[in-house]
T-cell receptor
């Protein structure tokens, strides 16, 4: 956790609605990441951003969108095109370019009703 | 591509005993490895890391061993305590830009009284 905040902690959405998950950091880290975690599974990369105004698709970007207008913020929008959005979403930042240790926020649990 | 997996999905140990959690990886281009601990409903916490030019690294009550010959790493926890109960993930970092992590599915460690 530390300087990474995610809100809300729990989020409920009706089918067909878009929803935006917040991720804010005060660690002054350049790179930020979004992961999805399903029960009993590891983390899968959705999107990442190495610098402001730039972002790249991860392994499972379909149905998601992001923006990186500020260094501190990397919001994730789960669109209605995401067929199975119910999951635990984790935001992370990267501490340095020579190692690779990512630090995680507390997560947002999204449930589609 | 990289895949990182764990040998056992669950591990139960008696309080006070040592725990060993194993992980295998497939891509020899991984130059950095990280162990994370994740408690239920929370984001992963960094435990310890190791570069590929090392074969052992020790922290407080934890030791990571890396065997590049067989592409295997392990996390040893000494004198396991109830607070150690969690899911443990290993993650590999491929050398190059973005420093993307590839996670295994995790091992659930349960500490028995």
């Amino acid at each position: 956790d530390g300087g990474i905040t995610q809100s809300p902690k729990y989020l409920f959405r009706k089918e067909g609605q878009n929803v935006t998950l917040s991720c804010e950091q005060n660690l002054n880290h350049d790179a930020m990441y979004w992961y999805r975690q399903d029960p009993g599974q590891g983390l899968r990369l959705i999107y990442y951003s190495q610098i402001v105004n730039d972002f790249q698709k991860g392994d499972i970007a379909e149905g998601y969108s992001v923006s990186r207008e500020k260094k501190e913020s990397f919001p994730l929008t789960v669109t209605s095109a995401q067929k199975n959005p119910t999951a635990f979403y984790l935001c992370a930042t990267l501490s340095g370019t020579k190692t690779g240790t990512q630090y995680f926020g507390p997560g947002t649990r999204l449930t589609v009703l | 591509g990289e895949s990182v997996g764990l040998h056992l999905p669950t591990l139960s140990v008696q309080e006070g005993d040592n725990s060993i959690i194993n992980c295998a990886y497939s891509n020899s281009a991984s130059d950095y490895f990280i162990w994370y601990k994740q408690e239920s409903g929370k984001g992963p916490q960094f435990i310890i890391d190791i570069r590929s030019n090392m074969d052992k690294r020790q922290g407080q009550r934890v030791t990571v061993l890396l065997n590049k010959t067989v592409k295997h790493l392990s996390l040893q926890i000494a004198a396991t305590q109830p607070g150690d109960s969690a899911v443990y993930f290993c993650a590999g970092v491929l050398s190059g830009s973005a420093r993307q992590l590839t996670f295994g599915s995790g091992t659930q460690l349960t500490v028995l009284p």
